[in-house]
T-cell receptor, first 114, second 112 residues
Framework: GAVVSQHPSRVICKSGTSVKIECRSLDFQATTMFWYRQFPKQSLMLMATSNEGSKATYEQGVEKDKFLINHASLTLSTLTVTSAHPEDSSFYIC??????????FGPGTRLTVL | KQEVTQIPAALSVPEGENLVLNCSFTDSAIYNLQWFRQDPGKGLTSLLLIQSSQREQTSGRLNASLDKSSGRSTLYIAASQPGDSATYLCAVIRFGNEKLTFGTGTRLTIIP
């Protein structure tokens, strides 16, 4: 149980385009989903926290207009990187939890912006 | 602000040896501490979770300890195997806050 999936696993896009990443909890309802970013050989940095039906809460330094997060249902959250640039290339990982319980992590999405 | 540090950043040991990975945190008001494993280009696998009221947790060849007063946790791996090669991350959750703060990670290589 407690499986979280992400789609796509890898994406390559041109600079200036937008990319959407999906995070799904497959066998449980996630009241809260988290989005992390991980640069090469660095640890995970929390970008934002989203609760179902509410606006996401962004960490300091993360541009909310650039990283659009939607958590429209208890099993799906999406992260859209708008007008992507090469410096947005990173590994994006989501996690999901139920009412403050353990976070279950997705397998990650590798974004490369050319 | 909570800061989590892991030492060493990288470690190579011969197969079969026992080893210890270290994690330190600056704010002792934690709810729990978790150890994760991350293989290259992959997501996270949870290894052990220690509640703030506990001092250690064990799973197979892994043993994690927690000393809140000193702000430290260790992950002990017994009889290491090449399959243990990965990056190990510790993370803490503060009381009243769902957010995980991750450590800097230790990249472990087990030499056959």
């Amino acid at each position: 149980g407690a499986v979280v999936s992400q789609h796509p696993s890898r994406v390559i896009c041109k600079s200036g385009t937008s990319v959407k990443i999906e995070c799904r909890s497959l066998d449980f309802q996630a009241t809260t989903m988290f989005w992390y970013r991980q640069f090469p050989k660095q640890s995970l940095m929390l970008m934002a926290t989203s609760n179902e039906g509410s606006k996401a809460t962004y960490e300091q330094g993360v541009e909310k207009d650039k990283f659009l997060i939607n958590h429209a249902s208890l099993t799906l959250s999406t992260l859209t990187v708008t007008s992507a640039h090469p410096e947005d290339s990173s590994f994006y990982i989501c996690s999901a939890s139920t009412q403050g319980d353990t976070q279950y992590f997705g397998p990650g999405t590798r974004l490369t912006v050319l | 602000k909570q800061e989590v540090t892991q030492i060493p950043a990288a470690l190579s040991v011969p197969e079969g040896e026992n080893l210890v990975l270290n994690c330190s945190f600056t704010d002792s008001a934690i709810y729990n501490l978790q150890w994760f494993r991350q293989d290259p280009g992959k997501g996270l696998t949870s290894l052990l979770l220690i509640q703030s009221s506990q001092r250690e947790q064990t799973s197979g060849r892994l043993n994690a300890s927690l000393d809140k007063s000193s702000g430290r946790s260790t992950l002990y791996i017994a009889a290491s195997q090449p399959g243990d090669s990965a990056t190990y991350l510790c993370a803490v959750i503060r009381f009243g806050n769902e957010k995980l703060t991750f450590g800097t990670g230790t990249r472990l290589t087990i030499i056959p």
